[in-house]
């Protein structure tokens, strides 16, 4: 991780509850409309930082939690992508390391885009499971994010609910 602010509890900002079903949101997180959410579709949750310095919005993937066990029962072996989207169009494609074992994998992880690519635009977070051998990974589940309703004048944390991801959103045979 680079030199950033010391992650501590009083930048967090909580989930906000909203709509009707009481689905989880967290801060500017949008949703496409070709699903249909409950609060039953969470799969877990990624914590994320943002924070613009030095002409650099640095994205810092801090970690997961309640993330569901692979076919096998075991904990998944995970990483996080991270892409800027305008409209259906994704770009500049960020990645973590893989997490062996966990479903509550501790990333710490923080990625960068120029400040000047973010105006009007989305980041798209996915939580990949790395498979074995030739198989394709699998996401585990997706955030959106409109970078344009988040406040960049100081660290933020966020907690985000994941959700599935939508097969015309990302490629399914991208590989990490």
């Known amino acids: 991780m680079t030199s950033s602010p010391e992650l501590t509890p009083e930048n967090e900002v909580p989930v906000m509850m909203t709509g009707p079903n009481g689905i989880r949101r967290g801060p500017g ?92 635009r989305r980041l798209l977070a996915m939580v990949w499971e790395r498979q074995k051998g030739f198989e394709h990974n699998q996401p585990l589940g997706t955030v959106e994010i409109q970078l344009d309703r988040l406040d960049f004048s100081r660290l933020m944390l966020c907690w985000y609910p994941l959700y599935p991801y939508i097969p015309a959103e990302v490629d399914s045979n991208e590989s990490s």
């Open 29 to 120: 997180q949008v949703y496409s409309r070709n699903i249909q959410l409950s609060e039953a579709d969470s799969l877990g949750d990624v914590k994320l930082g943002f924070l613009m310095t030095k002409g650099q919005l640095e994205v810092q993937v801090i970690c997961a939690r309640q993330l569901r066990p692979n076919s096998t029962g075991q904990p998944p072996d995970t990483y996080v992508k991270t892409y800027l989207k305008q409209g259906d169009r994704q770009m500049q494609k960020r990645k973590t390391r893989v997490v062996r074992h966990s479903s509550e994998p501790q990333y710490r992880q923080t990625l960068k885009y120029n400040a000047s690519h973010i105006q009007g």
